[in-house]
């Protein structure tokens, strides 16, 4: 069972950064894709960045492209997100997920439900 744990997170004004990292811990980190996620209280939560077990296929949705880069240093077992131009709306919650596919690829880091493993979570809070 894959182990994730995020950090980085914390308070930030308006038009801040942050970068998050998320330290895995299974051998075979390097033959999966990750994601990270965002919750809102009550809500289910959402994809906001994905990357492939190579790390040359990313995704984003819409209201992150630009702001947001995912990346992944297979030595150190770590997947990052930068944060870039954070609006209040992105408080949230922020989970790193390991998708359940083998040699994740474009199509499966898009799919929310192949994400199986996740972290505790930690907390961004963007002050207007």
């Known amino acids: 069972q894959e182990q994730l744990v995020e950090s980085g997170g914390g308070v930030v004004q308006a038009g801040g950064s942050l970068r998050l990292s998320c330290q895995a811990s299974?051998?075979?980190?390097?033959?999966?894709?990750f994601g990270w996620f965002r919750q809102y209280p009550g809500k289910d939560r959402e994809l906001v960045a994905g990357?492939?077990?190579?790390?040359?296929?990313?995704y984003y949705p819409d209201d992150v492209k630009g702001r947001f880069t995912i990346s992944r240093d297979n030595d150190e077992k770590k997947i990052y997100l930068r944060m870039n131009s954070l609006k209040p709306e992105d408080t949230a919650v922020y989970y790193c997920?390991?998708?359940?596919?083998?040699?994740?690829?474009?199509?499966?880091?898009?799919?929310?439900?192949?994400?199986?493993?996740w972290g505790q979570g930690t907390q961004v809070t963007v002050s207007a």
């Open positions: 990357i492939s077990w190579t790390g040359s296929v990313t």
């Open positions: 299974e051998h075979t980190f390097a033959n999966y894709g």
């Open positions: 997920a390991r998708n359940s596919v083998l040699n994740s690829g474009a199509r499966a880091i898009r799919t929310t439900d192949n994400y199986k493993s």
